[in-house]
């Protein structure tokens, strides 16, 4: 799910996939490796941002626009709930 920021500016990303009853985000494959997306990397519209862990399932996170990661709001391992903010992207 995306909205409008209230600078309309940046799109934020929020949790919905996977996340319905919470689960733990993680922002890297794998302890120790670099993240999928930090603040400032430009990504493209289906790149993997996340993957959040909810009943033993991994839920890849994807970004829904070309653009770049102005805001992350969650840390590895960080417990996320639905509709929780997780990245403001500013679109191409």
């Known amino acids: 799910m995306v909205g409008d920021d ?3 500016v940046a799109r934020e990303l929020r ?3 996977g996340a319905a009853d919470g689960g733990a985000g993680g922002r890297a494959p794998e302890p120790g ?3 999928y997306a930090d ?3 430009t990504v493209k519209k289906g790149q993997v941002l ?3 862990e909810a009943m033993k399932l991994m839920n890849e996170i994807n970004s829904d ?4 990661v102005v ?3 969650v840390e590895n ?3 996320v709930q639905y509709g929780e903010r997780l990245f403001a992207i500013r679109p191409f």
């Open 6 to 8: 209230a600078a309309g």
């Open 50 to 52: 996340c993957i959040i």
């Open 15 to 17: 949790a919905c996939h």
């Open 65 to 68: 626009v070309d653009g770049e």
């Open 39 to 41: 603040v400032g990397d």
């Open 71 to 73: 805001k992350v709001y």
């Open 33 to 35: 490796a670099k993240p």
């Open 77 to 79: 391992g960080q417990p």
